[in-house]
């Protein structure tokens, strides 16, 4: 069987859009990290995260034809998982599963990994506690990497409007943050 | 010595434009508090990257066959033909509706002749008496048998492009039946 993996995204969407699921199978492998990511770092849920990332999906396979091939692909993964978390967060109380916390946390002495839970524990907390659209903004920038014009086009904003967010929680996270950043 | 504050988030960002970028740079060499705030936020971003996804590389198979078993349970969306082929029998039925309108003018005016002839108004002696035109009986005739002719083209042209508008549609629906969704498993 013919390898998908190297194939360029434009073509697996065009293909995906023909009815091929073999080609969307390829795009969900590959945007799969990116999708779950988001959703989990703004809903701080994994369980619900993976269920968001899913439906995600689900709701790119049945927009794709909505899709512009000039438009930002990553942009409009990230604009349909972000919405759709917040949709999950409205419709649930997110649940904090400190075990996982620990778990992600980096392998070493028992007492830095403890001091490593700890600090994962207090961004994850800070990042939670932001209004929803600043952390989404947030997300987008620190953890997938879009740039301002991206983060503008994917949550339909203006990018005056990105700054400020962004601006917004990097004070707040600042202050909350301050005893476990190391300068 | 003016700082930049405003600018180390987009410069942190590398958001900035080369000029600018380099003049932050160069207002950095020289500023331990411009400096200070920069340290701020890349220890900032440092310590954000603590928060990370739990078990992301786990389960990938999985996922792809969760994905797979909800995109078979959802009915294929349907594909909407692209373009503008939704809106050709729209625009045959308001150029269709329009010729009517036009071809029947004439008709509509010869009863509306007859109409007022009935009620007593004449209107040849109105049409005189606004335009100062006496219309013959001559002419009269004329108008009514181009009026004949223009219905009767009508007729033929309304089928016509009814004919077309459902050919049109036909055609769309094949489209969108010609490439199903789920057609191609691979």
């Known amino acids: ?183 | 010595m003016e700082h930049i504050e405003h600018l180390l988030a987009a410069y942190h960002d590398a958001e900035l434009p080369e000029r600018t970028r380099r003049h932050v740079e160069a207002h950095l060499e020289a500023c331990p508090r411009c400096r200070d705030e920069l340290s701020h936020l890349e220890a900032l971003s440092l310590t954000l990257a603590a928060y990370a996804v739990p078990h992301l590389d786990s389960g990938v198979q999985q996922f792809r066959a969760q994905v797979a078993l909800r995109l078979a349970r959802r009915r294929p969306a349907a594909t909407t033909a692209s373009g503008w082929w939704y809106l050709v029998p729209l625009a045959l039925s308001c150029v269709l509706v329009g010729l009517l309108a036009l071809f029947t003018l004439p008709d509509l005016l010869r009863v509306a002749w007859v109409l007022l002839e009935w009620i007593g108004v004449e209107p040849g002696a109105l049409l005189e008496l606004r335009i100062g035109v006496q219309l013959s009986r001559g002419a009269v005739a004329v108008l009514r048998s181009v009026g004949t002719l223009a219905w009767v083209a009508a007729l033929y042209a309304a089928l016509l492009l009814l004919f077309g508008s459902y050919v049109g549609w036909v055609s769309v629906l094949w489209r969108t039946k010609a490439r199903p969704r789920s057609g191609k498993e691979r």
């Not at chain 1, 000039?70 to 942009?75: D, I, K, Y």
């Not at chain 1, 604009?79 to 109380?93: E, H, K």
């Not at chain 1, 599963?97 to 946390?105: G, K, N, R, T």
Request: charged fraction near 30%; charge should be neutral.
């Open chain 1, 1 to 183: 069987m013919e390898s998908l993996a190297p194939r360029p995204d434009h073509e697996l969407i065009a293909a995906s859009l023909g009815g091929d699921r073999s080609a969307f199978g390829a795009l969900v492998l590959r945007y799969r990290k990116l999708v779950l990511s988001v959703a989990y770092r703004i809903c701080g849920d994994r369980a619900l995260a993976d269920d968001v990332a899913q439906e995600t999906f689900v709701r790119v396979w049945g927009k794709l034809d909505t899709f512009r091939p000039e438009g930002n692909w990553r942009g409009w993964i990230c604009r349909i998982a972000s919405n759709l978390t917040v949709d999950a967060l409205r419709r649930q109380n997110p649940s904090v599963d400190i075990a996982q916390v620990s778990l992600a946390a980096p392998g070493g002495q028992p007492e830095r990994r403890i001091l490593e839970a700890e600090r994962a524990e207090a961004v994850r907390s800070a990042i939670l506690r932001l209004p929803v659209h600043v952390r989404i903004a947030l997300v987008l920038r620190e953890y997938e990497g879009l740039s301002y014009a991206e983060i503008a086009e994917a949550l339909d904003i203006p990018l005056g409007t990105v700054k400020s967010r962004l601006s917004d929680a990097r004070r707040r996270l600042g202050q909350e943050l301050a005893p476990y950043m190391e300068e």
